[in-house]
């Protein structure tokens, strides 16, 4: 097993995914405990020692089956990770509540590793709003030892992630991204990384594999890597783009079967960093697949100074390739649900005036349109 360096302690590199277990009969709510309970043990003894959870997995029984299957190890030989559920804006007034039970359904004293959950768009305002006392509670409960590192995850874009960084930035210990050799142009996940490298804010990766998308490539791409490195498979190399950044500390990985994490533990027995040629292979691959069915937006900007409605319409279209690239998801409407209804994707007069300024001739008043009609 990689190890990372993290403080003072020695962390490794792979970290146990809890929120796609393995489940009975296809129902997310009820987890196979037996086979959970068999993954995690192999886990351990490989050398993992990380193992990440949180409020909403598997409709809230992630927290409880994990802390099950870590009670028979010594409590010092691992870390588990759960986080404060603001991704629903309705829990943001019981941090304290919440907390209890979260400690209560693991079987814990103490958290290794807490993060706010999800901060985006939609939850930003909430988060820093000091009347809700979600910042203050976790520090208090970190100086009584309830809590040993915090830090945050983020969903949001580029301004989103600032704006909590100035706010909070100097008391957060990591930050866990959306990152992968897609997202790292796509979602500006190199940026992101940029800025946290600059405050010395360590980088925890969760989705890797882009929800499995990248373990399965087109014949012609897969063969593409292939003549590079014949003995890796498509996950083994969106696994060593991300242990080639070397801001990276944590590498997370939901797996759903046994199979799955024995690959992932081979993997991650050794450091085998991309070199030039192999980076600009994974690079134009990244290139080839974004290039199908998102639109060329360069964001120039010159639509939103001729737009009657004022739309921010580059942001629009970046949810709107998210959204179709990725077969749908919540991030997107999650960004949008933080809009004004004015300043949304059906908000567009279909007038055609940005049209006719867009350096890439883009059909801006169709994308509207179909990005309405599929939200």
Partial sequence: MIYRDFQNEKLSALGFGAMRLPVIDGNDRDIDEAKTQEMVERAYEAGIN?????WGYHGGNSETVLGKCLAKF??????????????????????????????EKTGMEYFDFYLFHNVCEMNIDAYLNPEYGIFDYLMAQKKAGKIRHLGF??????????????AYGEHMEFCQLQLNY????????????????????PVWVMEPL???????????????????????DPAAWAFRFLQSQKEITMILSGMSAQDQLEKNLKTFAEDRKLNETEMKAIEDLAERMLSVNTVPCTACHYCVTHCPMGLDIPHLISLYNEHVYTGGGFIAPMALSALDDDKKPQ???????????????IRISEIMSDFAERI
């Fill in 74 to 103: 010594p409590r010092e030989s691992f870390n588990i990770a759960t986080k404060f559920p603001g991704y629903d804006l309705n829990n943001m007034p019981k941090v304290k509540e919440i907390f209890e039970q979260q400690l």
């Fill in 153 to 166: 995850s983020c969903h949001g874009k580029y301004d989103v992630l600032k704006r909590f960084l100035d």
């Fill in 347 to 361: 908000a567009c007069l279909h007038c055609r005036s940005c049209e006719a300024v867009c350096p890439q001739q």
């Fill in 210 to 232: 882009r929800g499995g998308k990248l373990a399965h490539l087109s014949e012609a791409d897969e063969k593409i890597l292939r003549q590079l490195r014949p003995d890796e």
């Fill in 50 to 54: 990380y193992f990440d959870t949180a």
């Fill in 182 to 201: 897609l997202d790292w142009t796509f979602q500006g996940g190199k940026e992101k990384v940029d800025l946290l490298n600059q405050m010395n804010i």
